[in-house]
């Protein structure tokens, strides 16, 4: 957390210096970029303990040009493969208390992994990219997953991935799901004062670098399953992080996702919930008994 206080602290001294829009871009970059990352508490670090690694490779064309070494965990050895994926600035050791209650199936196999510049993995700097990219080697990696599990900025990372790699599981998860990135990037950059200007200059940008504008990343076009999938979802109609609103209308338009509010439990402690955690089980147990 260290790291991204400097950086908002040097993008707030700067606006107060005016420093045109322009020269604001590279970071702003980091801003947005910069996972923040979060020590292992002594629980996580002997829960991963437990698990057997192995790591794949990504290449990162977007910041450091480079092979990255993306860390992967799996508990169990059971014929059904669950995937999980970790929102931003998290890793693999939060779903510590979802992962031990998953364990008592002895069925499934469990494999989880830290997304690029997140937890144990190489980089500094990521992107939604970069997470897609690493889902899909960690898949390539252990063989298709029979449920895919994921949390925020990982839930839309695994719809993508699920989709380009030709996947439909016999069970997703999804909790609190991203929907729209550039609305994201508006409420961060909107949060620490940088001025509509200066927002512009960055999408500008960003659509240079990507060869695509930030608001082709929104879940209703990169949603391509159809209603045959089974799809829940667990979200909290009063998150700050994600807008009920965003969430509503992607609802409306997918009325086969079966959903669930969990009123008050939060953007990044609904992975925690005893309540969700236990539901997340129950539709897991009952995916893979058919």
């Not at 602290?9 to 700067?14: A, I, T």
């Not at 092979?67 to 995937?83: A, E, S």
């Not at 949390?151 to 790699?165: E, I, K, Q, T, Y």
Request: aromatic share 10%.
């Amino acid at each position: 957390m260290k790291k991204l206080k400097q950086i908002v602290n040097e993008v707030k001294d700067r606006i107060a210096e005016q420093t045109p829009p322009a020269q604001l871009t590279d970071l702003l970059w980091q801003l947005i970029c910069y996972p923040p990352k979060m020590p292992l508490r002594l629980q996580q670090e002997q829960f991963l303990n437990q698990a057997e690694t192995f790591s794949v490779t990504v290449h990162d064309e977007y910041f450091t040009k480079k092979d990255l070494q993306i860390n992967g965990f799996k508990w169990g050895n059971g014929k059904r493969r669950v995937l999980i994926t970790h929102g931003w600035g998290s890793k693999a050791a939060d779903f510590t208390e979802l992962i031990a209650a998953l364990q008592e199936n002895p069925n499934l196999e469990i494999i989880t992994f830290d997304a690029p510049a997140n937890g144990s993995s190489d980089g500094e700097l990521s992107n939604f990219l970069l997470f897609v990219e690493a889902a899909k080697a960690i898949i390539q990696k252990t063989g298709a997953p029979h449920v895919v599990i994921g949390h925020s900025f990982g839930a839309m990372a695994n719809v993508v991935a699920l989709n380009d790699l030709h996947i439909t599981p016999s069970l997703l998860v999804s909790l609190t799901p991203f929907i729209l990135l550039k609305e994201n990037f508006i409420k961060s950059m909107t949060t620490v004062g940088v001025p509509a200007d200066a927002q512009e200059a960055f999408l500008q940008d960003f659509e240079r670098k990507y060869s695509i504008p930030a608001s082709y990343f929104n879940m209703p076009d990169l949603y391509k399953f159809d209603d045959k999938l089974n799809h829940w979802l667990a979200y909290d109609e009063h998150d700050m992080m994600l807008p009920y609103s965003y969430l509503k209308e992607f609802l409306e338009a997918h009325p086969t996702i079966r959903s669930r509010n969990y009123d008050n439990v939060g953007h990044e402690r609904i992975i925690k919930s005893a309540q969700v955690i236990n539901n997340v089980v129950e539709e897991v147990n009952k995916a893979i008994a058919n």
